[in-house]
């Protein structure tokens, strides 16, 4: 038996950790996993886990200053017994919470027959990554023997490891992150090429990208013209206003303004771009006023804007501005700073132009991001106070955990409140809420002034993402767990990061109301950062099923 285990070449204290951190990575997280996807995750999991083995085991014998010895014949046969019986028993236990956690989350549970298919897919992985690592272990090998001709043995292993880690390091954080995200950056500037199906350049006046627009269609990208093209018109807002019992209300045409990355060479200079296009189209005649700050991509969230309009009854303006190419994820790490600095220059210029205008004419400002373009929307403020002082209202859909004043409200939220559930400063201007049906709290206090509004959703890993997760347990796995959130789940040392790491690939597969997908849900979100007086359960039914169908299907200004 320990002939056999010496000729795999693996080492009995890394299998041992890559077991159990297999066998953990079938816990629960915040969002269900399809089997291939837990089989990769139980891969790279178990692949961590023999790496930690292995170097705790190295750094012991270092200390112990003796050689590795062979693992004896019932070592190996405990190894080889349990493995097979952990492994089951962890797939039937992994396989039970992702169904209960798909009826949690309203989603169809994947067969039990599909969890054939973990078992192989994760040695698979696992086997990869230990071949990797035995490859970069044999160039290590060669480095240090070539030092011992220089330095003694031990030195020259150390030195040997430092430089291949460094060497790898180096390479990828330069040499191939670079490349991936400039291949990334170019198929994704092809794409912006594009128009969304079932779209035209608009011709209303209002709107940017029209013949009167400051602002060429052809410059708008992608998403930029999927945002100025479709939106609902003065016609569709006073229908859906006559469904909703309040059909004597006067209706206008929407306005919409956006700049396009190719609409000017400089973020200030796309900024004032789309200011002085704003202003040609009458935004700032306007009673409302919202700036949006978009996600990577340029993607403006449909339903909150077009809530947003119905909302005001289409006496609004809404101007927004494209900063990447890129999906959020990789334009956080790639230019994490462009997204503020873009938050941050749109809002500015749009704030300048604004306070020129005499207090009496001047439109309630509001400013809305989701995602990557609420740490963009943030950057406009210092603070609370500095909120209150320069709007009348904000929503903030999905907010990442490396916002920075969102991070600082959670920290700095009330005694007895939760960290998915904060109460900041008695609400006086920022609140938090998972239902923006319901009144957010503390909602016996009054909420005079600028209201501020963060929606947040228990199960969202994109807003619970973080590296303290590797070796801290977070407030939000110490309180009662979130209603869309299984009470089995339990925080592991590095497996519970990489668990919610890999839950914000899958955080928009859920519907509204779960994970990272708040479609529909900026209409109870903006009737309470408004504070609208004739707000009725059958108006709030109306507009939700009008925004939602609007995002379904092409709705262009002339319908």
Not at 65 to 89: E, G, M, Y
Not at 298 to 314: C, D, I, K, R
Not at 356 to 362: F, I, N, T, V
Request: contains cysteine.
């Amino acid at each position: 038996m320990s002939r056999f285990w010496s000729g795999l070449g693996l080492s009995l204290p890394g299998a041992w950790t890559a077991l159990i951190l297999a066998t953990l990575s079938f816990l629960p997280s915040l969002v269900p996993r399809p089997a291939l996807y837990q089989g990769v995750i139980a891969g790279v999991t178990a692949a961590i886990g023999y790496g930690l083995g292995v170097l705790g085991a190295w750094v012991w014998r270092e200390l112990a200053d003796r050689q590795a010895r062979q693992p004896s014949a019932s070592r190996v046969r405990a190894l080889l017994f349990a493995a097979p019986a952990l492994l089951v028993v962890a797939v039937i236990l992994g396989v039970t919470w992702q169904r209960q956690a798909s009826r949690l989350l309203e989603m169809e549970p994947q067969t039990p027959l599909a969890a054939v298919l973990v078992i192989p897919v994760a040695v698979l992985v696992f086997v990869l990554f230990v071949c990797i690592a035995r490859l970069l272990r044999r160039i290590t090998g060669v480095l240090t023997a070539g030092l011992r001709r220089v330095v003694g043995p031990r030195a020259a292993r150390v030195i040997g490891i430092a430089a291949l880690v460094t060497t790898v390091a180096l390479v990828f954080n330069g040499f191939v992150f670079e490349r991936v995200t400039t291949a990334v950056n170019a198929a994704f500037s092809l794409t912006n090429g594009g128009t969304p199906q079932g779209v035209t350049a608009p011709m209303s006046p209002l709107r940017s990208g029209s013949p009167e627009s400051l602002i060429s269609w052809d410059t708008l990208g992608f998403q930029g013209r999927g945002f100025a093209g479709q939106g609902p018109n003065a016609t569709r807002i006073a229908q859906v206003a006559e469904r909703s019992g309040q059909g004597s209300e006067v209706t206008l045409d929407p306005v919409r303004v956006y700049a396009g990355l190719d609409s000017a060479e400089d973020l200030e200079t796309r900024a004032a771009l789309a200011v002085q296009d704003l202003e040609r189209a009458g935004g700032f005649e306007r009673s409302y006023l919202l700036v949006v700050t978009p996600t990577g991509t340029g993607w403006v969230e449909p339903t909150s804007v077009s809530a947003f309009e119905h909302l005001t009854y289409g006496d609004s303006a809404t101007v927004s501005m494209q900063y990447s190419f890129l999906p959020s994820p990789i334009s956080f790490l790639a230019d994490q700073q462009n997204a503020r600095n873009a938050g941050r220059a749109l809002f500015d210029a749009v704030y300048e132009r604004w306070s020129r205008l005499p207090q009496g004419e001047r439109p309630a400002l509001y400013v809305f991001g989701e995602s990557l373009g609420s740490y963009g929307g943030e950057a406009a403020f210092s603070g609370e106070f500095d909120m209150a002082n320069r709007i009348s209202g904000a929503v903030f859909t999905g907010p990442p955990s490396f916002n920075h004043h969102f991070g600082q409200f959670l920290d700095d939220r009330q005694s007895g409140s939760t960290q998915i559930a904060p109460i900041y400063k008695d609400g006086r201007t920022v609140r938090f809420t998972d239902d923006p049906m319901r009144p957010a709290e503390p909602a016996t206090r009054p909420w005079q002034g600028t209201r501020v509004l963060y929606m947040v959703h228990p199960s969202d890993a994109t807003t619970w993402w973080n590296f303290d997760l590797i070796l801290n347990r977070p407030d939000w796995l110490e309180e009662p767990r979130g209603p869309d959130v299984l009470p089995q789940v339990r925080w592991v040392p590095f497996v519970t990061f990489w668990q919610v790491t890999t839950d914000m690939a899958l955080a928009m597969e859920p519907g509204p109301g779960f994970g990272h997908n708040f479609a529909g849900e900026h209409v109870g979100a903006w009737a309470q950062v408004l504070n609208l007086d004739n707000w009725t359960a059958k108006r709030a039914a109306a507009v939700h099923e009008a925004v939602l169908a609007e995002s379904r299907a092409p709705f262009t200004p002339s319908q």
